[in-house]
Each structure stands twice: as structure tokens, then as C-alpha cells.
């Protein structure tokens, strides 16, 4: 059993299972181990957000539509998504 101390970083489990993390618009979203969207392609699929409506930046990093499918995403990475709607 793991006791912690303040200043320790607690690991999240599920069913005793680490989690990957990825922190979109802000808001941290748990993936279970190997379950975590491997590209920003794969990840707008997860979410239903359609590809051409949306700019996309990774870390600080503006990442363009065309490298949405070869741009891997790691554990703690922070991702933006914007997306334009027409209208006045």
C-alpha cells in the first residue's frame, strides 16, 4: 500500500491501471493505459470535431491541418482546439 506525504505527485489509477492524461482546452481528459489517441487525428475523431474546422495547437505549437494525422501526442501534453463557426 502507498502512503503519501505532502509534496509527493499521486499517481491515477483505475482498476490499478495508470492513466495518460492529455489537457484539451484546459481541461485535463483521463485515457486508460494504450487507450490514449495516438495522433491530433485521431483524437478530433474521438471527440466527433471534424478536421476542417478546426486549428489545432499543441503545446504552444500551432500545428498545421495537413500534419494532424503524423503528429503524435504524449502523456501530459496541453492541446488547444478552435473552431470556427459561421455567423454574425
Known amino acids: 500500500m502507498l502512503r503519501w506525504s505532502v509534496g509527493m505527485i499521486k499517481p491515477i489509477y483505475l482498476y490499478n491501471r495508470c492513466m ?3 489537457k484539451i482546452n484546459g481541461k485535463e481528459e483521463q485515457f486508460p493505459d494504450n487507450k490514449m489517441p ?5 483524437l478530433l475523431r474521438y471527440l ?9 495547437e499543441l503545446d504552444g505549437q500551432i500545428i498545421e491541418r495537413a500534419n494532424f494525422s503524423k503528429t503524435t501526442l504524449n502523456d501530459g ?8 463557426v459561421p455567423g454574425g
Not at 466527433?48 to 489545432?56: F, K, L, N, P, R
Request: aromatic fraction near 4%; glycine fraction near 4%; proline fraction near 0%.
Open 20 to 22: 495518460s492524461i492529455l
Open 38 to 42: 495516438a495522433t491530433i487525428a485521431d
Open 48 to 56: 466527433g470535431v471534424d478536421s476542417t474546422t478546426v486549428v489545432a
Open 77 to 84: 501534453q496541453n492541446i488547444e482546439l478552435v473552431r470556427f
